[in-house]
């Protein structure tokens, strides 16, 4: 199958196209290059594989969570141009990206929320397949529930080093392996994607949407201070 990718979420946007087995990709730096620079890089990166648009057999995006002007971006880029082709969409989630990284294992995979937040998700992947084990939800660090298995487990995590240290100490401490700076690129939604598609899990174009976890983008006053006394109580 022949497949586009696009990724938004972060600060680090790409496209990427898997024809057969090759991939060609193409990176863009900082969130104010990503509505000017995304369509142009698709165009490149669908030249550089000799595809038109009409000729793929799908679009994954990545539907978050993450940025939520990303996220939309990118579905509604997705959306653009699918629909004069009738493809269908795959959405990828940010979590599930990060998780399928860490290879086969019990994983916890976190992003950076802002407001003091992550998001997180418990998977399991085994023979190349992963699983939830936990819904994603956003919470503070402190928040984040236990391992719904036994350990040992694997720690992945996009933007996560300064709130690693007010994760739960069980958590921290039972981790094998941990990686705090990972990111998500559209090559990473790629393997999920082509999985997704062969067994059925696409959506028209018009029924897609980004996955945003939480509705709110703004704390109030007191939820701003609340958070200046967490981080002052942090060793």
Do not use: N
């Not at 990503?34 to 057999?57: C, K, R, T, W």
């Amino acid at each position: 199958m022949d497949l586009l990718a696009i990724e938004t979420s972060g600060e680090i946007a790409s496209v990427a196209v898997q024809r057969g087995d090759t991939v060609w990709e193409r990176r863009l730096q900082g969130y104010a290059r990503h509505a000017e620079h995304l369509l142009p890089a698709i165009d490149g990166v669908l030249a550089e594989a000799g595809l038109g648009v009409g000729q793929l057999s799908a679009i994954a995006f990545g539907a978050g969570p993450g940025a939520f002007t990303g996220l939309r971006l990118a579905c509604a880029v997705a959306q653009g141009l699918a629909m004069p082709w009738s493809l269908p969409l795959v959405p990828v989630g940010t979590l599930e990206a990060l998780a399928a990284q860490a290879g086969e294992a019990t994983v916890l995979a976190l992003a950076d929320a802002r407001m003091g937040q992550c998001y997180h998700a418990w998977f399991h992947c085994s023979g190349g397949r992963l699983e939830s084990l936990t819904e994603a939800g956003v919470d503070a660090p402190e928040e984040i529930p236990l391992p719904p298995a036994d350990g040992p487990w694997y720690v992945i995590g996009q933007g996560m080093e300064p709130l690693w240290p007010r994760l739960p100490e069980p958590i921290r401490s039972g981790a094998l392996e941990v990686m705090l700076d990972a990111t998500v690129q559209a090559r990473d939604l790629l393997q999920l994607a082509r999985r997704a598609f062969a067994e059925g899990r696409t959506v028209p174009p018009w029924e897609a949407t980004p996955y945003y976890v939480r509705d709110k983008v703004a704390l109030t006053a007191e939820e701003q201070a609340a958070l200046r006394q967490r981080r002052m109580q942090v060793p």
